[in-house]
């Protein structure tokens, strides 16, 4: 893996302590250097310590390791690290501006490092490092142009004076020049960091997305598994329970207890069911399904079970609409929703589904009043096995994810927390319609 200055998906201020102390440690590493490179040319005679640009260089040099170590304490502390981050940037671009001076004034080669600070700003914080870093750097050498203009900043009494010579029209194409470089560092800097981050960001998702889903191929097979294992037993004691009801023997108490066991087995059919949709799902068979009559049908069998006796379920909209889809999963689509509006709803509320045409579209709206949905939990919604009720599973919906998915229909929710919600699924072309006016008979749905 390579070594990194942060994750780059992560936002500024969790990653501005990594930052920070790898710009600390290569700051170190490049004043160790240029203090060898000193010391080899002392030991070599090429520098006299007692001439001013030296000492002056020197000087820089040990204030420079001091700040270092100050870093690197504020750092440690791990207090304040967005104004120490601006503190460092100020001061190197006053470094560099020392540098600049003694090494031949407004034309010096050291004005890049003006630019490269403005990088190191865009690194640490982005656009607002790299634009505190071009105005201090560009500030510092405004300031010695003006010095040098008007004559209250002389050159180094050590360095030949007509190195530092320069007419009024040389220092202004400099301070142009110099100064158009800085703003062009700043912004490409800039927007390279802020690219950086909006990738890095997209790749870390898609790699939590990638380990979601491995998760959830585990957890699908799995499900297969006990769900495979489930159903037998299961058809078992609901047909034990359907000939224990037949006979005439039982009580009221004895024959409403086995009207609560079928009801329960019933719930925990569709789950295992549901389960074997999620975990091996089937292509979809393309034929002209009677959307209104398929959601009819549903509407009847959910007031005939589970909460129908406490939860009014209602049917509106049109008499007939053909769409293209497979016959038993749009039938199963419809199911969970309502189900899953049916769950979400207390005794005394209602249901409402709709077969609506839109834009020449089918559009299936299931709505009800119930305890709606966080805006936190809307994003997760349809997840497999994530589900806001203590006795859900978060199956239901993630089996109508998949085969909207698989017909490309368009699913929209709308609700607020407390305030019920809408379930919207756009069903594509309506092949044939029939709206109540026409009194036309409804086809038989292709279930």
């Known amino acids: 893996m390579a070594v990194r200055l942060g994750i780059p998906g992560e936002s500024s201020g969790a990653a501005l302590p990594r930052r920070l102390a790898w710009l600390t440690g290569i700051r170190l590493i490049f004043l160790v250097a240029v203090f060898l490179s000193v010391g080899i040319l002392f030991l070599r005679g090429g520098f006299v310590l007692e001439t001013y640009t030296v000492r002056t260089a020197v000087f820089t040099l040990g204030v420079a390791f001091g700040l270092a170590a100050i870093y690197a304490a504020v750092l440690r502390s791990g207090k304040h690290l967005d104004r120490l981050a601006d503190a460092q940037l100020i001061l190197d671009q006053l470094t560099w501006t020392v540098v600049v001076y003694l090494s031949g004034g407004v034309t010096s080669g050291a004005t890049s490092f003006y630019g490269l600070s403005c990088l190191i700003g865009a690194i640490l914080s982005g656009f607002r490092g790299a634009t505190i870093a071009a ?64 990738t890095g960001r997209q790749l870390q998702e898609a790699e939590e997305r990638v380990v979601e889903a491995e998760r ?19 058809g078992s004691i609901s047909g034990s329970i359907q000939l224990v009801k037949a006979s005439e023997s039982l009580s009221e108490e004895d024959r409403h ?93 209602h249901v409402a589904v709709r077969v609506d045409l839109e834009g020449g579209n089918a559009l299936l709206t299931v709505v009800d009043s119930g305890i709606g949905i966080e805006p936190e939990a809307k994003a997760r919604l349809f997840d497999a096995f994530f589900t806001t009720r203590s006795h859900g599973t978060g199956v239901g919906l993630a089996v109508v994810k998949r085969i909207a998915d698989d017909h490309r229909f368009r699913i929209d929710v709308d609700s607020e927390k407390g305030r019920g919600a809408t379930f919207r699924v756009d069903l594509g072309p309506v092949l044939d319609v029939a709206t109540p006016e026409s009194r036309a008979a409804p086809d038989q749905a292709l279930v």
């Open 135 to 198: 105005l201090s750097g560009g500030t510092c050498y405004a300031l010695l142009i003006l010095g040098f203009h008007t004559g209250w900043l002389v050159p180094p009494p050590d360095q030949p004076a007509a190195v530092y010579s320069a007419s009024s029209e040389e220092l202004v194409y400099a301070g142009l020049v110099n100064g158009l470089g800085i703003v062009v560092v700043t912004l490409l800097a800039s927007y390279l960091a802020e690219r950086l981050r909006i």
């Open 216 to 234: 959830m191929a585990a957890l699908g097979r799995l499900a297969a598994g006990l769900a495979h294992e489930i159903r037998n037993p299961l």
């Open 257 to 349: 207890l086995c009207e609560i066991v079928q009801r329960e087995a019933s719930r925990l059919n569709d789950l295992v069911s549901d389960m074997m949709d999620l975990a091996r799902p089937r292509a979809p068979e393309m034929t002209r399904v009677d959307v209104a009559a398929v959601a009819r049908e549903v509407v009847a069998l959910a007031e005939s079970s589970g909460r129908g006796g406490d939860v009014d379920v209602r049917w509106e909209g049109i008499e007939r609409a053909t769409v293209m889809a497979d016959g038993a999963q749009l039938r199963q689509l419809v199911w969970n929703l309502v189900r899953n509006s049916v769950q979400a709803s207390s005794a005394g509320q």
